[in-house]
């Protein structure tokens, strides 16, 4: 209500068939106090972190909820259903009307950018990006879950269209990435 307030002009332009994609689920509570109405979704394997190979799907899988569940110590169902949930969603990324991701300049952050373009059958409709580094006026910028509804309505109007040589681009570094 305080954001309202303050920007009372501000209407978060996305529509209810717009989805939001996002290395975890840290802003969707902070974008709907906002004023967003589109579709949230979460991807949280972590990239960065534990054997990430370029080898069939399947072994992959087993791979990557074998490391999830070791490290984290989390349950190997509530990881294989999460897991298989996510690239449920993910593989429909292709179809969308309206995309928009959200990420910042760590390894979490921009392996899932990178994974995200290169496994894109063919790019949505309109396809477009919201990345930071920094944000003016915040001395130690650790993350878009830091920021205020405000300050997320903000970078909305920062976004930019995804190039149409982004996928091949991402598919080059997501290979390089996998090598051994």
Same mark, same amino acid.
């Given at each position: 209500?305080?954001?309202?307030?303050? !920007?009372?002009?501000? *209407?978060?332009?996305?529509?209810?068939? #717009?989805?939001?994609?996002?290395?975890?689920?840290?802003?969707?509570?902070?974008?709907?106090?906002?004023?967003? !109405?589109? #579709?949230?979704?979460? /991807?949280?394997?972590?990239?960065?972190?534990?054997?990430?190979? %370029?080898?069939?799907?399947?072994? /992959?899988?087993?791979?990557?909820? #074998?490391f999830i569940q070791q490290a984290f110590q989390l349950d190997v169902?509530?990881?294989?259903?999460?897991f298989d949930e996510e690239q449920?969603?993910?593989?429909?990324?292709?179809?969308?009307? !309206?995309?928009?991701?959200?990420?910042?300049? %760590?390894? /979490? %952050?921009?392996?899932?950018?990178?994974? #995200?373009?290169?496994? +894109?059958?063919?790019?949505?409709?309109?396809?477009?990006?919201?990345?930071?580094?920094?944000?003016?006026?915040?001395?130690?910028?650790?993350?878009?879950?830091? +920021?205020?509804? %405000?300050? +997320?309505?903000?970078?909305? &109007?920062?976004?930019? &269209?995804?190039? *149409?040589?982004?996928?091949?681009?991402? /598919?080059?570094?997501?290979?390089?990435?996998?090598?051994?």
């Amino acid at each position: 209500m305080a954001s309202a307030r303050r !920007h009372p002009h501000f *209407a978060a332009d996305d529509e209810s068939k #717009t989805q939001h994609w996002r290395c975890g689920n840290d802003i969707e509570h902070s974008l709907r106090l906002a004023g967003f !109405h589109g #579709t949230f979704h979460s /991807y949280t394997d972590p990239l960065s972190m534990g054997p990430v190979q %370029d080898i069939p799907f399947a072994d /992959y899988r087993s791979a990557r909820c #074998t490391f999830i569940q070791q490290a984290f110590q989390l349950d190997v169902d509530d990881v294989t259903r999460r897991f298989d949930e996510e690239q449920a969603q993910w593989q429909h990324l292709s179809d969308a009307e !309206h995309a928009v991701l959200w990420c910042e300049a %760590d390894p /979490y %952050d921009q392996l899932f950018l990178v994974r #995200t373009l290169s496994t +894109l059958k063919k790019q949505p409709q309109k396809l477009e990006l919201i990345a930071v580094d920094n944000i003016p006026g915040v001395k130690r910028f650790i993350g878009l879950g830091q +920021l205020s509804p %405000d300050v +997320l309505a903000w970078l909305w &109007t920062q976004r930019k &269209t995804v190039p *149409a040589d982004a996928p091949a681009l991402a /598919y080059q570094a997501w290979t390089a990435w996998c090598s051994p």
